[in-house]
């Protein structure tokens, strides 16, 4: 792997190009619109975003503009996975038949967790197989959001939305427990797969350097990232940053890297020194208001099994 120049502090970001820019139709205080900026600026000027169906091209782009200094292309929401492998090969093959002499860009799906680990895992996941040398980054609002806030295979146990409402029959909304992107992606099943990482718009600097590590590889690169949605989670816009944080200290989002592939050995980053217990987080939320004292055990023994599945030290509050 290429060695990233590493970014050392928010000071030093203010050098750093901006190329997604003011003027975008998304919420106040949008997690994912904040994303798109960090990533942004975290690649620089020689990037192409591919943006698949999603609030981050329907919000970024109505009405036929774009808030995009550097080139972006549409892509279907099942399909991104197989555009960024066109664009990756175009530049391959006119690099290589000398027909540009143009550096081999920065190539980035932006996409969605219902086009990225649902609708749009085919295409992903094949394009992770064949090897090209893509940054795909899954900005993970926890549901399907453009359509107006629909349950994903990322929605968190508990959450209402539009497709899981809390009522006699489920009181608890959505039934499930999450499906993990990262164990799927970057344990092994998909060998070009060297660099993958989860991170938080909470923690700025951890994302942008897992940005440029991902792209310094000379295969595909994996980020799922997550991001707070105030529409879809229901809190007040001007918490984003704060519940994001809150994601982490408790667990309900842990923050680590898998480096030359090495699932066994991941490399957590920011981690807590203890725990807060996850109530402090859901109670910042309105999707999950209708749970009961059942239901926030549950959840806590979730949090705290995941943490020992994936290997972390860190004292956890008993899930009573
Ligand atoms: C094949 C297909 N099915 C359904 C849709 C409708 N659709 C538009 S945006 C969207 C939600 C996308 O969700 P996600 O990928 O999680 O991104 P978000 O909107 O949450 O940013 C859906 C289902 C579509 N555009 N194409
Ligand atoms: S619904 Fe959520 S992801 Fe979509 S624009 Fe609003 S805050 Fe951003």
Not at 33 to 50: D, M, Q
Not at 142 to 170: C, L
Request: hydrophobic share 40%.
């Amino acid at each position: 792997m290429a060695v990233a120049e590493l970014v050392k502090s928010i000071a030093q970001t203010t050098d750093l190009v901006d190329t997604y820019v003011p003027g975008h139709r998304t919420c106040a205080g949008c997690g994912p619109a904040l994303a798109y900026r960090l990533v942004a600026k975290a690649a620089g000027k020689n990037t192409i975003f591919v943006g698949p169906t999603g609030c981050m091209y329907v919000a970024n782009t109505s009405y036929a503009c774009g808030p995009w200094a550097v080139p972006w292309t549409h892509a279907q929401i099942t399909n991104a996975g197989a555009v960024a492998s066109g664009i990756a090969e175009a530049f391959r093959m006119m690099i290589k038949k000398g027909k540009i002499q143009d550096e081999f860009p920065n190539i980035i799906v932006m996409a969605g967790d219902g086009g990225c680990s649902d609708i749009g895992l085919q295409a992903m996941s094949a394009m992770f197989y064949r090897g090209h040398k893509v940054l795909c980054v899954m900005y993970d609002n926890e549901s399907y959001a453009n359509t107006g806030i629909q349950v994903s295979p990322s929605t968190p146990y508990g959450a209402t939305t539009m497709f899981t409402p809390a009522g006699p029959e489920i009181p608890e909304a959505k039934k499930h427990h999450l499906k993990d992107p990262m164990a799927i992606f970057c344990s092994g099943g998909h060998p070009y797969i060297k660099y993958g990482a989860t991170a938080s718009i909470g923690y700025p600097i951890d994302l942008m350097n897992k940005v440029r590590k991902g792209l310094a590889q000379d295969g595909p690169a994996f980020i799922h990232l997550q991001c707070t949605c105030p529409k879809g989670w229901s809190f007040p816009s001007d918490r984003t940053i704060e519940i994001s944080k809150l994601a982490v200290e408790t667990g309900m989002w842990n923050l680590y890297e898998v480096e030359d592939g090495d699932w066994a050995n991941k490399k957590f980053t920011n981690v807590p020194k203890n725990r807060k217990p996850v109530d402090e987080y859901l109670q910042t939320q309105g999707r999950f208001s209708h749970l009961q004292s059942e239901h926030v055990v549950k959840i806590q023994s979730f949090v705290n099994k995941r943490a020992k599945t994936l290997g972390m030290e860190v004292p956890l509050p008993p899930a009573k």
